[in-house]
């Protein structure tokens, strides 16, 4: 089966710019994460979806970080304006689950640069 | 919320040593724990999971094990080989949250 998709894989912006990040779930997954991981540390949950409503955005900038999940597929992450601590690989996961415990599968990330 | 911490952030082993890795949790309604391969540039990969009615579990060379007491679950890998290096990551999900929150990694070197 597909995997997950991630879009762009590198983006190399100045502080104070917008970039966009595009994710496509496996087929069937309910559950969808966006994680940050910035080099050398582990993965940091940004916001999780269930279908189209989110779980927990608790870790979300929500000053510069936006998030949506249409129809329940397909999600974005959003970063306006960027600043330089924001470089990192930005993570999307999927999973089947939709209450219980599962595996989360990952995308390739998105590298972000921020000059 | 959930508080992972991951020891050690670095491991260096010879070829067909040991490695083991040490993770601690702190919510006691946490009833999942996976754990994550990643290779250089690549995506986290499940390698072996448990869940805490369970206290061990075996995957050839690796297993994991849960103490559900001390709220503490551990990676072994026997045998290691070159081709275990990488970053492994720990995390706990919680059972009434489903929350996934990961711990720090460790780099596993295993040299020849």
């Known amino acids: 089966e597909a995997g997950v998709a991630q879009s762009p894989r590198y983006k190399i912006i100045e502080k104070r710019q917008s970039v966009a990040f595009w994710c496509n779930p496996i087929?069937?997954?309910?559950?969808l994460y966006w994680y940050q991981q910035i080099l050398g540390q582990g993965p940091k949950l940004l916001i999780q979806?269930?279908?189209?409503?989110?779980?927990?955005d608790s870790q979300l900038p929500k000053d510069r970080f936006s998030a949506e999940r249409l129809k329940g597929v397909d999600s974005t992450l959003k970063i306006q304006p960027a600043k330089l601590e924001d470089s990192a690989v930005y993570l999307c996961?999927?999973?089947?689950?939709?209450?219980?415990?599962?595996?989360?599968?990952f995308g390739e990330g998105s590298r972000l640069t921020v000059l | 919320g959930e508080n992972v911490e991951q020891h050690p952030s670095t491991l260096s082993v010879q070829e067909g040593d040991s490695a083991v890795i040490k993770c601690t949790y702190s919510?006691?309604?946490?009833?999942?724990f996976p754990w994550y391969k990643q290779e250089l540039g690549k995506r986290p990969q499940l390698i072996i999971d448990?869940?805490?009615?369970?206290g061990e579990k075996k995957d050839q060379r690796i297993a994991v094990t849960l103490n559900k007491t001390a709220k503490h679950f551990s990676l072994h890998i026997t045998e290691t080989q070159p081709e275990d290096s990488a970053v492994y990551f720990c995390?706990?999900?919680?059972?009434?949250?489903?929350?996934?929150?990961f711990g720090r990694g460790t780099s596993l070197i295993v040299h020849p």
């Open positions: 996961a999927s999973s089947f689950w939709t209450g219980g415990t599962g595996e989360l599968f």
């Open positions: 087929s069937g997954h309910a559950t």
């Open positions: 979806f269930q279908n189209n409503g989110v779980v927990d």
């Open positions: 919510d006691s309604a946490s009833n999942y």
């Open positions: 448990i869940r805490s009615n369970v």
């Open positions: 995390a706990a999900i919680s059972g009434g949250s489903y929350i996934p929150t």
